[in-house]
């Protein structure tokens, strides 16, 4: 069985992180293309069979206005985390159509519902969430370029994510990413960037792992996830808040 994660772009001209684990949790690969084809084409190998795809991504959008339920209360617990998802709706012209990540499971047959006992799933996951509560941070890691991060602020906050992804090899749900020759590339990539392009490049394969990562958590740990939200108006399926996890 595969999981994979899917960090997906809301437009074709940005790239799309892809990245599939095994189910011993060994990293299959992990890399970066653009269209709808070459997403597909990553994908296809690993999902003839039974999977779990976890797409950054709304997957169901029905509200015309505002946010869906599911932000609604994820951002009620993760808000104070820096963690708090971005409002989606069908006003917005990237969702008028019908959402992108919809649009392709459809394409691969994959079941949209969370809880359904079929072989073959897609699921709407979100990296900042899920690594607050993996890594227990009182702050999302501030990776994403934005105006008044330097070049070494944003390199360091992406190598302390990479870094929580390896530890994930010694928990009770491994991952293990630190060998592989993918993970290598991305690894050096991120240590040597001169630029913030070039971390931009490195960091939506990471992202993608992440969200191959809680399609593996979900699958093996499902009382330990929250999903917020339903599958008739949108959800988002993360690693539960831990109980005792404050923002100091």
Not at 132 to 155: C, D, N, S
Request: glycine content about 6%; overall charge negative; hydrophobic content about 40%.
């Amino acid at each position: 069985m595969y999981y994979a994660g899917v960090d997906l772009a809301w437009g074709i001209r940005n790239p799309t992180g892809v990245a599939v684990v095994d189910s011993d949790g060994c990293l299959v690969s992990a890399g970066a293309v653009r269209d709808d084809d070459e997403i597909l084409a990553m994908l296809r190998p690993y999902v003839r069979r039974e999977c779990v795809v976890g797409f950054d991504a709304p997957l169901v959008v029905n509200n015309p206005t505002g946010q869906r339920p599911a932000e609604t209360a994820l951002n009620r617990d993760f808000r104070r985390f820096e963690a708090g998802a971005h409002p989606a709706n069908t006003g917005k012209p990237e969702f008028a159509n019908g959402p992108r990540g919809a649009r392709l499971a459809e394409v691969l047959g994959l079941d949209l519902d969370p809880r359904s006992a079929t072989g073959r799933r897609a699921i709407e996951v979100y990296p900042h969430a899920a690594t607050v509560a993996l890594f227990r941070l009182e702050r999302t890691l501030k990776y994403k370029a934005k105006p008044g991060r330097t070049l070494e602020h944003l390199k360091s906050e992406l190598v302390a994510l990479m870094e929580g992804v390896e530890r994930l090899a010694d928990t009770d749900v491994p991952v293990r990413v630190a060998d592989h020759p993918d993970w290598v590339t991305l690894r050096t990539q991120v240590t040597t960037a001169q630029r913030k392009s070039e971390l931009r490049r490195a960091e939506d394969p990471v992202d993608a792992v992440v969200c191959a990562y809680v399609a593996l958590y979900s699958h093996r740990c499902p009382d330990l996830i929250t999903i917020y939200g339903d599958p008739a108006n949108g959800y988002i399926v993360t690693p539960s808040l831990p109980d005792d996890l404050t923002r100091q």
